[in-house]
């Protein structure tokens, strides 16, 4: 594999802090290679020797707002049981539902555009059906859960102008911890 060329916005970018606008189809070349690159970028930033190769910090979500483009996309790359790559690529999405049952991370949230240790705990849902578009417009709709239910509202946020940081309660990070379950 070869590693793409993707800058990746840091948090102090204004970009970042903007709200994302609606994707219209078909697709550009550009977006689809962009998806392409992102997709990649994140399967080698979970592979050990890659992120050694390239001194990368592994990631599982990227918004396209975060490579400079503020348009509703984001795509997921999880890591299976059997060392496979599950990927989703989300286009104009939007929560339909979510459960009341809150989870947080418990080792922390992290994102490629955060390069610091931050203290606290993000409160988000356990379940969440979202309505999304692929890349060839067709809408479709799918419930995630657990892990990557967190994966897709920590990008979504990140469509909305809105870093995992800014969720977390300035004067108690820990706050409400009693009433979340530890992922």
Partial sequence: MKLPKIKILDEKNKILHQK???VTFPLTAKQKQDIKDMITYLTMSQIEEEQEKYNLRAGMGLAYVQIGVPKRIFVI???LEDGSFKNYVVINPEIISQSEEM????EGEGCLSVNREVEGIVPRCAR???????ETGKEYK???REDIAVA???EI???NGILFTERINKNNPYQNIDKMREI
């Fill in 152 to 154: 897709f509202q920590h």
């Fill in 142 to 144: 799918i419930r995630v």
């Fill in 20 to 22: 994302s606008t609606e």
């Fill in 77 to 79: 790359v999880e890591e």
């Fill in 103 to 106: 989870i947080f991370v418990g």
């Fill in 128 to 134: 969440i059906t979202v309505k999304a578009y692929d």
């Fill in 157 to 159: 946020d990140h469509l």
